[in-house]
């Protein structure tokens, strides 16, 4: 055998024996594993059948938000004092990332932030809000029908990809606002309660072009006590992405 092809055996025998490479890095073997992490899904990926299928949920999780947890290691690989932050101060302070790499960890970090608010959201059977956090829709958004109505007119203007979410202050008000890309309103310094992802990946295998009904159909899977618990770490001031 030439030596070469060896060579190549011998290494690609070695990639095939190495412990924990998950499937959506094995083509990314210079990447960093920290020190952001993809988190698991807090559920079975077919939880969510009532909104969203299995195979969506696990190529969502695994390669598309595994590959900005990725990208963005990779980003701060070479910036010690920018890899030792907490994710939603790096977002917050983005014109102080140097501008090489600005625009990576904006794209890659918001995916991160975004992602995973978005997985722990929902698993839930949808339904309504109660306390606070039905008084405060009540106050700020219209109430329920108004907000479902609002929040995925949202959605529905967000050209190309990008998200719609509900900010919300200290104070504990609310408000729908929506973002291209992967930005997020903590690069504006809000918070974010919940948000819905637009980005045709979140939706296209059942959907195809119907984002109107991917949006209408998100609300039944919601889980309105994850959501109501960050609203209370809100007014807590210990929310963070
Ligand atoms: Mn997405």
């Known amino acids: 055998m030439p030596m070469m092809n060896r060579r190549l055996l011998m290494l690609g025998a070695a990639a095939l024996t190495t412990k924990a490479v998950a499937p959506w890095r094995a083509s990314m073997a210079q990447t960093p594993a920290g020190p952001f ?5 807090p559920y079975a990926p077919n939880a969510n059948e009532a909104a969203i299928d299995a195979m969506t949920m696990e190529i969502h999780h695994a390669r598309h938000h ?15 004092q920018l890899a030792a932050m907490q994710l939603d101060e790096l977002l917050m302070r983005l014109s102080q990332v140097p ?11 918001g995916g991160h932030a975004n992602h995973s608010m978005f997985w722990e959201i929902m698993g839930g059977q949808g ?14 958004l219209g109430g329920m029908e108004k907000f479902r109505t609002d929040f995925n007119a949202g959605g529905m203007r967000v050209f190309g990809s990008g998200w719609v979410f509900v900010t919300v202050t200290p104070a504990g008000a609310l408000a729908i606002t929506t973002r291209p890309g992967q930005d997020t309103p903590l690069m504006d310094g809000a ?12 939706y296209y295998l059942r959907y195809q072009n119907r984002r109107a009904d991917y949006l209408a ?12 618990a960050r609203y209370a770490a809100a007014r807590d001031g210990t929310l963070r992405v």
């Not at 595994?66 to 010690?80: C, E, H, I, M, R």
């Not at 600005?102 to 890659?108: D, F, G, L, P, S």
């Not at 339904?127 to 700020?140: S, T, W």
């Not at 159909?217 to 109501?228: D, R, T």
């Open 37 to 41: 992490t993809l988190p698991p899904l």
């Open 66 to 80: 595994g590959a900005q947890v990725a990208g963005l290691n990779t980003a701060v690989q070479n910036q010690p």
């Open 99 to 109: 501008e090489a790499i600005r625009t990576a960890v904006r794209n890659n970090g």
């Open 127 to 140: 339904g309504e809000p109660a306390g606070d956090l039905k008084a405060a829709i009540d106050r700020d």
């Open 191 to 202: 918070r974010v309660l919940m948000g819905n992802d637009v980005w045709e990946h979140a």
């Open 217 to 228: 159909s998100w609300w039944n899977v919601l889980n309105w006590e994850k959501i109501a």
